[in-house]
T-cell receptor, first 116, second 116 residues
Framework: AQSVTQPDIHITVSEGASLELRCNYSYGATPYLFWYVQSPGQGLQLLLKYFSGDTLVQGIKGFEAEFKRSQSSFNLRKPSVHWSDAAEYFCAVGPNYGGATNKLIFGTGTLLAVQP | GAGVSQSPSNKVTEKGKDVELRCDPISGHTALYWYRQSLGQGLEFLIYFQGNSAPDKSGLPSDRFSAERTGGSVSTLTIQRTQQEDSAVYLC??????????????FGSGTRLTVV
C-alpha cells in the first residue's frame, strides 16, 4: 500500500540550530516527492519537490531535502532555524506517471516549535 | 484569481443539517482536489477533478458526501446530514494540468467545519 510516514509528531529546536525532519515512503515505483509547510490558520505552501535528477533539492526559505532511494526517504533539512519556521510540515508522495488519478498522499505531519 | 479561494472560512452547523463548501481554483488550473484535515491527522484525500469530471472519488467517506465542478472552475463539496465526526478543515487545491504533481498543488486556506 502507498503510504508516507513522518515518525516525529513534534520537534522542538532552538533558534539557530540545525533541523532535520524525517520522511519515509512506501510506493510501487519512484514517486514524485514534496514537502509542504502549514502555518497556523493557513493553507499549505509548497517548500520543495523532487522529480528526478539531482537527489539534493533546494527549496524556499533556505530548506533542502535529499532523496535516498535505498532508504525510501526524503528528509527535510535546514542549517539554521529561524523563529518564523515554527509550523507544521508535511511530506507527500505522488505518481510520476499520468494515471487516472494524480492525488498526493500525505504524511501526518511534524509540528515544529522553535525556542529562543 | 491569484490564489485558491475557499468559502466560508469557518462554518458552524447543527448535526443533521446540510452544508456546502466552495472552492474557486486558480484560473486555468484544470485539476482540482479536495482533502480533509482532522485534528492531529494528516491530509485525507476526498476527490479529484479533471475538468468537470471526477476520475477519482475514492476518498469520499460516505454517500453523505458529494462534490461537483462546473465550467471547469468552481467546485462545491456538499455534506448532507452532517455528523460530529465531519468536523474538520476541508482543504481545496488546484494544479495546472492533470499530471499536477509535476507542479505541486496550490492550496486554499481551507474551511473549518464544526458540527455541534
Amino acid at each position: 500500500a502507498q503510504s508516507v510516514t513522518q515518525p516525529d509528531i513534534h520537534i522542538t529546536v532552538s533558534e539557530g540550530a540545525s533541523l532535520e525532519l524525517r520522511c519515509n515512503y512506501s510506493y510501487g515505483a519512484t514517486p514524485y516527492l514534496f514537502w509542504y509547510v502549514q502555518s497556523p490558520g493557513q493553507g499549505l505552501q509548497l517548500l520543495l519537490k523532487y522529480f528526478s535528477g539531482d537527489t539534493l533539492v533546494q527549496g524556499i526559505k533556505g530548506f533542502e531535502a535529499e532523496f535516498k532511494r535505498s532508504q525510501s526517504s526524503f528528509n527535510l533539512r535546514k542549517p539554521s532555524v529561524h523563529w518564523s519556521d515554527a509550523a507544521e510540515y508535511f511530506c507527500a508522495v505522488g505518481p510520476n506517471y499520468g494515471g487516472a488519478t494524480n492525488k498526493l498522499i500525505f504524511g501526518t505531519g511534524t509540528l515544529l516549535a522553535v525556542q529562543p | 484569481g491569484a490564489g485558491v479561494s475557499q468559502s466560508p472560512s469557518n462554518k458552524v452547523t447543527e448535526k443533521g443539517k446540510d452544508v456546502e463548501l466552495r472552492c474557486d481554483p486558480i484560473s486555468g488550473h484544470t485539476a482540482l482536489y479536495w482533502y480533509r484535515q482532522s485534528l492531529g491527522q494528516g491530509l485525507e484525500f476526498l476527490i479529484y477533478f479533471q475538468g468537470n469530471s471526477a476520475p477519482d472519488k475514492s476518498g469520499l467517506p460516505s454517500d453523505r458526501f458529494s462534490a461537483e465542478r462546473t465550467g471547469g472552475s468552481v467546485s462545491t463539496l456538499t455534506i448532507q446530514r452532517t455528523q460530529q465526526e465531519d468536523s474538520a478543515v476541508y482543504l481545496c487545491a488546484s494544479s495546472l494540468v492533470g499530471g499536477g504533481q509535476s507542479y505541486g498543488y496550490t492550496f486554499g486556506s481551507g474551511t473549518r467545519l464544526t458540527v455541534v
